[in-house]
């Protein structure tokens, strides 16, 4: 089945710190996506990633970073230099063929950035 | 103007109430979504819809009924509301095919509270 776990619950850091979110996912399919959500206190779902089981190739973007490694089933997101604006719920999600292209989330994890 | 929008935002109703929730769509995708958000278990899926005439329970489809009006529209109804059906409602978005397979496309939300 299916499956998407986000282990870290909550994450305080002061701004500037580097933070990494982990994501450990299940499928037995495979070809699947992985992706990363943001979701600001205003509560929109803003879309961040989205990476092809065939593709494990680290991305980056600015100060955001994605390590996706297959042998550990992981798609870590790391932010550098974290800012305030960076406070949010992250979710991490899976989307596979037998489970007909629909998404899986993970619980989040709720990021606090403090100055 | 937004691609996915949700009416209401926000509502507050009692117990025993029939409430409708509606989606609207402008970007021309034929799948649709549900989900409801609860504190610590992401979202789930409700009910979604890959076409017109096909409408599919999600993970949680009790106490909720769905109807596809239109490729672009697509409304949950709770036919009697309950206290634990307070959440995050969101709608959502996707096409199999394109540039943007597999990604859901998100409205902004609709908070509902049940008294």
């Known amino acids: 089945a299916q499956k998407v776990t986000q282990a870290q619950t909550e994450i305080s850091v002061v701004e500037k710190e580097d933070v990494t979110l982990d994501c450990v996912y299940e499928?037995?399919?495979?070809?699947?996506?992985l992706f990363w959500y943001k979701q600001p206190p205003s509560g929109e779902l803003v879309f961040l990633i989205r990476r092809n089981s065939f593709d494990e190739q680290n991305e980056i973007s600015g100060r955001y970073s994605w390590n996706f490694q297959k042998s550990t089933s992981s798609f870590n997101f790391t932010i550098t230099a974290s800012q305030v604006v960076d406070s949010a719920v992250y979710f991490c999600?899976?989307?596979?063929?037998?489970?007909?292209?629909?998404?899986?989330f993970g619980a989040g994890t709720i990021l606090r950035v403090k100055s | 103007d937004a691609d996915v929008t949700q009416t209401p935002r926000n509502r507050i109703t009692k117990t025993g109430k029939r409430i409708m929730l509606e989606c609207s769509q402008t970007?021309?995708?034929?799948?649709m979504y549900w989900y409801r958000q609860d504190p610590g278990l992401g979202l789930r899926l409700i009910y979604y819809s890959f076409d017109v005439k096909d409408i599919n329970k999600g993970e949680i489809s009790d106490g909720y009924s769905v109807s596809r009006q239109a490729q672009a529209k697509f409304s949950l109804s709770l036919e009697s509301a309950i206290p634990n059906q307070t959440a995050l409602y969101f709608c959502?978005?996707?096409?199999?095919?394109?540039?943007?397979?597999?990604?859901?496309?998100f409205g902004p939300g609709t908070r509902l509270t049940v008294l």
């Open positions: 999600a899976l989307s596979d063929m037998e489970y007909g292209n629909k998404l899986v």
């Open positions: 499928t037995r399919d495979t070809t699947y996506y």
């Open positions: 970007k021309g995708h034929d799948r």
């Open positions: 959502a978005t996707s096409d199999p095919s394109g540039d943007d397979y597999n990604e859901q496309f």
